[in-house]
């Protein structure tokens, strides 16, 4: 199957083989990113708009690297000044686009729905670069494309999420994507941060940390997500430390060979040790990184592709 999607708005969507097929092209533009000449013309003539909403510094750093390596004509639209501030609504912002004639557009949005909301009014191929609570389905997919390069496969592994779930994307697209390739997902933190509800998605929850890390594969910690919370959810960050912060005690209940991931930003001291994230041979959050601007390489190409196919189609032909 090859990927069909005319957006990336989530995971939910992805059939397990339009996965691989977006982690199998993120393969090759690692090995691309890895040479001397690290650009290639899958989006020339195209133009990829970035709005943020939000403030990001890695996740919109990593699409804009990935649209200039692919030759995009590349804008960032600056969402803190933007005619949002001033009243307008998200429906006049993509009438306003659809006169600029984009080819991609990457949205990240505080709020749950406003991506899918863009998409349906935009004439161009939309990717969610975090909405809300949501989704964040190039974190995930970077994310899967670490551990099958770390593990030599994304399937049937025992994976643990610890931290801040309730207020995570991060961990709704992990545990989508996760629970499509067979593998079996725990998720450690306390009831205050893993709400009972997320059983929904067929995965176990500890909120003791050494429990949960027992013979997993792959340890993958989450940000405290302070700004999204509204209340006391932990006791202190002295405390999470102590009960949920990675350190080499509790690691040591992992597989010997588990390896470490974070999305970043960290907090040293709080959700890990900082020698463990430094651990060259546990930690792979530095890969993270690398794959990041691949992934998101290889889901616009795909997305691109697609696009041009359906402008031929309809007789469009590809808008520059």
Do not use: W
Not at 223 to 247: A, H, T, V, W
Not at 251 to 265: E, F, N, Q, R
Not at 268 to 285: K, L
């Amino acid at each position: 199957m090859a990927f069909r999607q005319k957006h990336l708005l989530g995971i939910e969507p992805l059939h397990p083989e339009e996965i691989k097929t977006v982690l199998d092209v993120a393969d090759r533009y690692v090995d691309l990113n890895r040479q001397a000449n690290k650009h290639s013309d899958a989006l020339k003539g195209l133009t990829q708009i970035n709005m943020f909403f939000e403030n990001s510094t890695r996740t919109q750093a990593s699409f804009e690297l990935a649209g200039k390596r692919l030759g995009a004509d590349v804008m960032n639209m600056a969402m803190q000044a933007s005619s949002i501030k001033k009243g307008e609504t998200l429906i006049d912002t993509a009438l306003t686009l659809n006169a600029m004639h984009p080819d991609l557009l990457v949205v990240r949005h505080p709020h749950s729905g406003a991506v899918d909301l863009l998409s349906q009014k935009v004439n161009c191929a939309v990717l969610n670069a975090g909405d809300g609570r949501h989704e964040h389905p190039t974190q995930a997919l970077l994310d899967a494309l670490t551990i099958r390069r770390a593990k030599g496969r994304l399937h049937r592994l025992n994976i643990a999420i610890c931290g801040d779930i309730a207020h995570s994307r991060v961990a709704r697209s992990n545990l989508i994507l996760l629970g499509k390739m067979e593998n079996r997902v725990r998720l450690v933190g306390p009831p205050t941060l893993v709400p009972e509800q997320f059983r929904e998605f067929g995965c176990e929850i500890y909120d003791d940390m050494r429990e949960g890390l027992q013979d997993v594969d792959v340890v993958m910690m989450l940000r405290l997500q302070k700004e999204r919370m509204d209340g006391g959810f932990i006791p202190s960050e002295r405390e999470y430390f102590y009960r949920y912060g990675l350190d080499a005690e509790k690691l040591a209940h992992a597989k010997p060979d588990a390896i470490v991931m974070h999305p970043g930003p960290m907090n040293r001291g709080v959700e890990i040790d900082g020698t463990i994230a430094d651990d060259i041979n546990r930690s792979v959050i530095q890969e993270q990184v690398e794959m990041g601007v691949a992934v998101r390489m290889a889901a616009m190409d795909l997305l691109a592709q697609n696009l041009r196919a359906s402008r031929e189609t309809s007789g469009q032909g590809v808008m520059v």
